[in-house]
């Protein structure tokens, strides 16, 4: 215990070539708590140690207290802690993540947000479409057109929120995570007319809300077992606000639309299409 | 197995006759009109291929934003990437809905899949993918020009040479293509000729600098 090996980690600080330092810390780590006081003793008395040794050797020690003190071995603290004690190459740090709480540990909550990332991404790519759709010659809706690329450009830069907090969260992103909540593979028609266009939409965006009520059900129910504040306040944030009022959009419109269908035996359908897209364009 | 038939028997009618809920189709001339199938097709394939492209570039961002790589300006450089691929599409959707197309088949236009790779080694391999990427979409719009400029398939009233595509693509597309490149090997280079002794400083401070941050 007196010879003092030359510690050497370049990763955790500078070299400590101090018997004192290092014999101590050997003791703290494996001879136990007798140890610690002595050393602690060593430092109110020696201001000669290099301030960084100190650091070094001071959360050893503290590390060691930890351990004794606690079980919990799954701390990046200590992770450093044991790893950087190790004259090796290499560091691991396994806990030294972004992860806390249950995200990515227990539950399907780290797995339902890939997915309505993902579901976001398709959505958005079909509302694409649409606006293309209606912006072609024939359907010439310019207002229909425009109602749909907001939704498109919406639930694009949705998704690349949703990957960016997903990585937040210490998580990474799967391309190819379906929900569970998703059974069957809606086949989507794009050339449909406007009222069915409208209804689409409206469906869709009530498909989003939902998905977002699910993950958020998951995120605070009662059983602790996937609880997370952080995902739900964020769903409920930055999704579920808006989503209130996009749905009530396009009901509205539908509600608009069949008004104009049914009244005067259908005689003012095609103009009052024609005007209903003017008023979208003038407001979307 | 009678209300779905019934819903799709009622989809199908609706796309093509009028109901109480929609006017009916019209039909006006037709020959300006004027793109050859070839052409049309090469470039259906080309929104396709921006598309993909869109979605690679989202793994490159989702990538770089992970707390274990932890390179925040590489996953902003890729997030923006991914979309300026996603306005390509929208330029080259315009283009066609310009030149009278797009009124059918909609639905097969854009297919969303999952990315090929997902994991990069270093901010160096994710550079060098990138131009790698870039390349092959510079290759695949001189395809669409090729196609375009000589379509020896044209029908009738149909252009052989589609000589405002071949512009527009050659003008706007191409450049674009060329000045990104020249970005991404540039930034390449900055960054190998950092890494070369300081491998870890030197994609740390790269990144940060790509975030506009001196430090
Ligand atoms: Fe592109």
Not at chain 1, 251 to 267: C, E, W, Y
Not at chain 2, 123 to 143: C, F, H, N, P, S
Not at chain 2, 153 to 180: I, M
Request: overall charge negative; glycine content about 6%; proline content about 2%.
């Amino acid at each position: 215990m007196t010879s003092g090996p030359k510690y050497s980690d370049t990763r955790c600080g500078k070299e400590i070539d101090d018997s004192r330092a290092s014999s101590v810390c050997k003791g703290c780590t494996f001879d136990g708590l007798p140890a610690i006081f002595s050393f602690n003793i060593i430092i109110l008395l020696s201001p000669y140690y290099a301030s960084n040794c100190i650091m070094k050797v001071i959360a050893l020690a503290v590390s060691c207290l930890l351990a004794l003190s606690a079980v919990s071995a799954e701390t990046c603290f200590n992770d450093v802690s044991m790893d950087c004690g190790q004259a090796s190459n290499s560091l691991g740090l396994p806990s030294c993540n972004a992860i806390y709480g249950h995200f990515s540990r227990q539950g399907n909550v780290a797995n339902e947000m890939q997915a309505y990332a993902n579901l976001h991404m398709r959505r958005s790519y079909e509302y694409l479409l649409s606006a293309a759709y209606y912006n072609n010659y024939q359907t010439n809706r310019l207002g229909f057109s425009k109602l749909f690329q907001k939704l498109s450009d919406e639930t694009w830069d949705k998704t690349i929120e949703l990957i960016k907090h997903i990585t937040k969260r210490g998580g990474s992103m799967d391309f190819a995570r379906r929900s569970v909540q998703e059974t069957v593979t809606r086949n989507s028609t794009i050339e449909l007319q406007e009222l069915e266009s409208l209804a689409h939409a409206l469906d869709t965006q009530k498909e989003i809300a939902e998905r977002a009520f699910y993950i958020h059900q998951e995120a605070t129910r009662n059983n602790h077992k996937t609880h997370d504040a952080e995902i739900a306040q964020y769903l409920e944030e930055e999704f579920i606000e808006d989503h209130a009022d996009t749905i009530r959009n396009l009901a509205g419109h539908t509600s608009d639309l069949k008004q104009f269908i049914v009244q005067n035996d259908g005689n003012d359908l095609s103009i009052a299409l024609y005007l209903f897209d003017e008023y979208l364009q003038k407001t979307v | 197995m009678k209300i779905p038939s019934l819903v799709l028997f009622l989809a199908i009618c609706s796309a093509a006759y009028a109901t109480q809920c929609n006017v009916n189709p019209v039909n006006v001339p037709k020959q300006w009109i004027t793109m050859s199938r070839g052409c049309r097709d090469s470039v259906r394939r080309q929104i396709q291929m921006e598309v993909s492209a869109s979605i690679q570039y989202l793994a490159m961002g989702a990538h770089f934003s992970k707390d274990s790589i932890n390179r925040p300006g590489f996953a902003n450089l890729f997030f923006e990437a991914s979309k300026e691929e996603r306005q390509h599409a929208m330029k080259l959707i315009e283009y066609l809905l310009m030149r009278g197309e797009l009124t059918n088949n909609l639905t097969s236009l854009i297919a969303v899949r999952a990315p090929e790779r997902k994991t990069w080694s270093s901010g160096q391999e994710a550079l060098e993918d990138a131009l790698k990427m870039e390349t092959e979409v510079t290759k695949a719009i001189r395809t669409v020009i090729v196609n375009c400029e000589n379509d020896r398939s044209a029908g009738p009233g149909q252009d052989d040479n589609d000589y405002h595509l071949v512009d527009y693509l050659t003008g706007e597309f191409l450049e674009e293509q060329y000045k990104g490149q020249r970005d991404l090997a540039g930034k390449a280079s900055t960054l190998k000729k950092m890494m070369d002794r300081h491998s870890a400083l030197g994609e740390f401070i790269f990144d940060k600098k790509l975030l506009g941050i001196d430090i």
